[in-house]
């Protein structure tokens, strides 16, 4: 048995939740010790989405050589960690199975604590990692979450305390974004071809609805704007700024819900944003002048689909003294109001 407390040593992160295979192993500091991304847009991209059963076979097969990659570039074997973390859900359940039972079986086999870390929880604390911000934000802070799967506003309150103040009515924000681009004749995932067809457009140009815009509380609402790009799209109107505006309307909505979910945590110390939405620069302006608030963005590769955050929300929950039954099941739906609160 390791003498040093578990929390000390370097931990293993596993992210499998959806079409990313990623692992991580930060040291007992939470600094980066090794990471490794493999995005599998190429594959899904012809059936113009994530397909979730190419997403579980990609994952078996590059996730354990991938694990080996990264704990061979830390010069680790898993008897050297203080656990693993791996990522038990939200998300499709043939790739949390993937991640949870290669996560499950390395821990077994090395003695250590296992954690199955929820995908959001995982996001929601990205920003507290050592070295991102000068300041790493203290409780409560606000997260905005915006990517391909995900949309609400969370109210961080603590490790393990979350509240989600809204949430999606219909699309998720990356998606609404994919499925504009795919009526302007883009690429998936299309936000990022997107933004930049937008940059050549005038956001004044077409009327686009802004859904929810001024009624109370933080939910979403994108499918009418969805609809209404295809009714620009049919009326002619330049791609460029049809881009520019649909992108405008996003943004401001946004902003809006940002601004209703800060007033509904006056305590709040920062506006913390994360998913693939956040590389959007007109989301990010928009959501820097919402609110009084700092805005608190990680570099792109943490915003997305990563393991580090998996590994960082693992390393949190071993110096709270916490780990999971290996009998963990991995859960396609878990709402961060269903994590059950540290002792
Ligand atoms: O968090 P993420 O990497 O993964 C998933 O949710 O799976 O987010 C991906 C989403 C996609 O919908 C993509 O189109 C969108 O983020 N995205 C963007 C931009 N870059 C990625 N949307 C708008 N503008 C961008 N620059
Ligand atoms: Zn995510």
């Not at 295979?21 to 007992?28: E, I, Q, R």
């Not at 929880?121 to 799967?149: C, D, K, N, Q, W």
């Not at 998996?310 to 739906?333: F, H, I, N, T, Y």
Request: net charge neutral; hydrophobic share 50%.
């Amino acid at each position: 048995m390791n003498e040093t407390r578990p929390d000390a040593l370097p931990v293993l992160g596993i992210e499998s939740s959806c079409d990313e295979t990623a692992a991580a192993v930060l040291d007992g500091t939470g600094q980066i010790l090794a990471e490794a991304v493999f995005t599998q847009s190429a594959e899904h991209a012809r059936f113009g989405g994530v397909v979730p059963e190419i997403a579980a076979r990609a994952h078996l097969q590059r996730l354990e050589g991938m694990v080996r990659g990264v704990l061979d570039r830390a010069g680790l074997t898993p008897r050297d960690l203080g656990g693993v973390a791996a990522t038990a859900g939200p998300g499709l359940i043939g790739g949390l199975i993937v991640g949870a039972s290669l996560g499950k079986g390395l821990a077994m086999g090395a003695g250590i604590p296992f954690l199955g870390v929820n995908h959001l929880e995982a996001h929601a604390l990205t920003a507290r990692m050592p070295g991102l911000f000068e300041t790493p934000p203290a409780y409560p802070y606000l997260l905005i979450l915006v990517s391909g799967g995900h949309c609400q506003c969370v109210a961080v309150e603590g490790l393990g305390r979350y509240r989600r103040l809204g949430t999606t009515l219909d699309d998720a924000v990356g998606e609404a974004f994919d499925k504009a681009a795919k009526l302007l004749g883009l690429p998936w995932p299309g936000g990022a071809h997107l933004e930049r067809l937008a940059a050549g457009g005038d956001a004044g140009a077409v009327p686009l609805p802004r859904p929810l815009l001024r009624r109370p509380g933080c939910d979403f609402s994108f499918s009418g704007l969805k609809t209404a790009v295809a009714q620009a799209v049919g009326k002619g109107h330049r791609r460029e700024d049809i881009a520019a505006s649909f992108q405008a309307a996003v943004a401001a909505v946004l902003a809006d819900r940002a601004r209703n979910a800060a007033a509904m945590l006056p305590e709040a110390t920062a506006l913390v944003v994360a998913g693939g939405v956040a590389a959007n620069q007109a989301v990010r302006a928009a959501l820097a002048g919402a609110t009084p608030l700092p805005l608190l963005a990680p570099p792109l590769r943490l915003c997305g689909d990563n393991a580090v955050m998996v590994a960082w929300a693992g390393l949190e929950r071993l110096r709270a003294g916490q780990r999971d039954a290996m009998a963990l099941a991995p859960r396609p739906r878990w709402p961060l109001g269903e994590l059950a609160p540290p002792a």
